[in-house]
């Protein structure tokens, strides 16, 4: 095995919540809160990064149409907790020739006027070294990343480099989590808390799922922060109905599809419009 | 974590730098629970009673440790065979299963899903499933259902339902994949019934003491065999790696045996991969330098894996375990070579751990006169139809 691979030892113990920072909301957590304080439901759209290549201007036609922060996904060859929509689109991106460090590169390229925050797994994180990669977010303007397979009690090194960077990390909530680990994750979640709708993977639904509003209830009653629902929230009716009770939602799947259906980067702002124009009316 | 070779490796699940448990929050919990409920049937009398009783009376064992007199005569090395391909369902699969179906009855979970390359481990679990009257899903890569059409069958015969995975290089990664994602979705009812030493914690650590049954038999029926003594090495095929900790963990404390896996030269993630995290585990992987995970490929179904269990991971950092690799050709000629000399046809998994041992005494690396264990995991009628057509060039 190589000796030189960049593996930081890992604490097992649960990070304590980082007194440190508490003072310093990072870009995201001030955007999404001067959104939410305003009375705004926060709209946050999904894209696989190098999907196809029009997904910069896809990004910059997102924030046109009303997105409070945009999530970028750095693909995965193994993206287990994405359903077939997402694992199509990781697919074509990786086919493209799609690395981290060109998604980042592209990133830096373009100012959208609202928070970027990737999500990918946690594999491409430590193979890049914890450290290295949260500074090359930070300075391509990366304001929060999202990495589904590294929960609580792994997220000793990268969240410490993340902080270090000024890289919120996101964590999530599933409506499986038990009430005094959903205090312990969203003390130690940066920008906002992910709250998982559905067990499940990514994936659009006919109807939202119940655990949907239940998960935002709980969530919203143990933190200040922000709390967003993603994973099973589909169109417009939804994020309507999620949002009776969450501060706001997650899209990716829906607006992946139409993406992936040659709908380009105007077929998926006016999908994020008739998201905007749901909430805004609520 | 005990000092312990092949120990408890605590509630962190690590083995030194490697396990762990890289899930999604959706399944941290269930993974806790599993380790709970685990960790209380383990050190339960009654639950140990009933699993030997049911490993005894319906799964065969013990099984036999035999001698290879006509190839041992061959090699100028006494090989012995510990005979894990006469247990039911034709492989050591059947400990780990039968294990697992009796813990998620005592969780309540009345269906279970499963990966599976080879076949093996979908069989098993779809007999243990039959026995205790469970519902049965297992997953399996499109190119596995093709290469393994038996083995199909079997698990539908046996009630199961069987899921083509065609996501990915569509083998046994990808059913992991798909397995995952199916255990995210109905984890309140269902019990993952994870094939091999590798994924979240527990799994790595509950499938190797399910397997160890394999070694705690087999170093007293060396020793027997042996007017006392160990076998200079202990060899057995590694994907996962689960046969080979079983048959380890007989050994890895207690003996001074030497102690070699083998895997498939397409799917050797300890000699050409690097650490990293794939299906719930931090341990050595198959990957290009972004992280992006490379595909395994071998003859081998079972074998066609671009990674490792994370304690396989740890024994060769400790350098108490050897990892090597068997190429397609000479995995051919070993399989063949143990059908004609000894009456056995061997998986074509266990083939590779027979084809290091030809080759290792061909160059010496195993003296004249040296004594060697070797696993034979699997019997070979899984793989006749597929041998047939590699060597007759296709029927």
Request: charged share 20%; glycine share 12%.
């Amino acid at each position: 095995m190589s000796a030189d691979a960049p593996i930081a030892p890992t604490a097992p113990t649960m990070p304590a919540s980082s007194t440190a920072d508490q003072g310093h909301p990072g870009a995201l957590e001030t955007a999404l809160r001067g959104r939410r304080d305003a009375g705004h439901k926060l709209l946050i759209p999904y894209v696989t990064g190098g999907m196809d290549d029009q997904w910069l201007l896809t990004v910059e036609a997102l924030a046109g149409a009303g997105a409070d922060a945009i999530e970028v996904g750095i693909p995965f060859s193994d993206p287990m907790i994405d359903g077939p929509v997402i694992q199509d689109a990781s697919l074509r991106a990786l086919e493209r020739g799609t690395t981290p460090q060109g998604i980042l590169a592209d990133l830096s390229r373009i100012d959208v006027g609202v928070p970027l925050v990737v999500m990918t797994y946690y594999n491409l994180i430590e193979r890049a070294g914890h450290t290295r990669i949260a500074g090359a977010m930070a300075e391509c303007g990366v304001a929060g990343a999202i990495i589904p397979d590294l929960p609580l009690e792994e997220l000793g090194p990268w969240a410490e480099a993340a902080d270090h960077a000024g890289v919120a990390t996101v964590l999530l909530v599933a409506p499986s989590t038990p009430e005094e680990r959903i205090r312990a994750i969203c003390a130690r979640s940066r920008g906002f808390v992910y709250a998982v709708g559905r067990m499940g993977v990514t994936g659009e639904q006919a109807t939202l799922a119940a655990s949907a509003r239940q998960v935002a209830g709980r969530v919203i009653g143990a933190t200040d922060l922000p709390v967003c629902v993603g994973i099973g929230v589909s169109d417009p009716e939804q994020a309507v109905e999620v949002c009776g009770v969450a501060d706001g939602v997650v899209v990716g799947s829906a607006l992946v599809r139409r993406l992936l259906e040659g709908g380009g980067p105007d077929g998926a702002a006016a999908f994020v419009s008739s998201l905007r124009h749901a909430l805004d009316a609520l | 974590m005990t000092d312990e070779i092949m120990g408890d490796p605590g509630p962190s699940g690590r083995f030194g730098q490697y396990g762990g448990r890289f899930v999604p929050e959706s399944l941290v919990p269930a993974c806790m629970e599993l380790e709970e409920a685990f960790r209380a049937a383990w050190t339960d009398k009654a639950f140990r009673a009933e699993l030997d009783e049911i490993l005894q009376r319906y799964g065969g064992r013990p099984t036999p440790v035999a001698e290879c007199v006509r190839l041992s005569e061959e090699l100028g090395v006494r090989v012995l065979l510990k005979r894990e391909d006469l247990a039911h369902t034709g492989s050591h699969k059947i400990n780990n299963v039968i294990g697992q179906g009796l813990l998620a009855r005592r969780m309540g979970k009345h269906r279970l899903i499963a990966e599976t390359g080879a076949g093996q481990h979908g069989v098993a679990t779809a007999t243990a499933a039959a026995l205790f009257g469970m519902e049965c899903v297992v997953y399996m890569g499109e190119v596995d259902t093709h290469r393994q059409e038996l083995n199909v069958f079997r698990m539908e015969l046996l009630g199961a339902e069987v899921r083509p995975v065609s996501s990915g290089s569509r083998t046994l990664k990808d059913a992991v994949n798909e397995a995952l994602r199916e255990w995210v979705a109905t984890v309140d009812t269902t019990h993952y019934c994870l094939g091999s030493v590798m994924g979240p914690h527990p799994y790595p650590w509950m499938v190797r003491e399910f397997q160890r049954v394999i070694g705690d038999e087999a170093r007293p029926q060396c020793r027997e065999m042996l007017d006392g003594a160990d076998p200079d090495v202990v060899v057995a095929c590694a994907g996962g790696g689960s046969n080979a900790a079983g048959i380890f963990a007989g050994f890895a404390d207690s003996t001074d045996s030497a102690l070699v896996a083998v895997e498939a030269a397409g799917g050797a993630s300890m000699t050409t991969g690097m650490p990293g995290v794939l299906h719930g585990m931090r341990s050595a992987l198959m990957q290009n330098e972004e992280g992006q995970i490379l595909e395994a490929e071998s003859i081998s179904a079972g074998l066609d894996y671009p990674g490792i269990g994370p304690e396989h991971a740890y024994l060769g950092e400790l350098g108490r375990a050897r990892y090597v690799s068997a190429g397609d050709t000479e995995v051919l000629e070993a399989f063949q070579r143990l059908a004609r000399t000894e009456g056995i046809i061997p998986a074509l998994e266990s083939a590779h751990a027979i084809a290091w041992v030809i080759a290792a005494a061909g160059t010496g690396e195993l003296p004249v006169g040296s004594t060697v264990l070797v696993n034979l995991s699997g019997r070979g009628d899984k793989d006749v139809a597929q041998v047939r057509d590699i060597l007759k060039g296709g029927a």
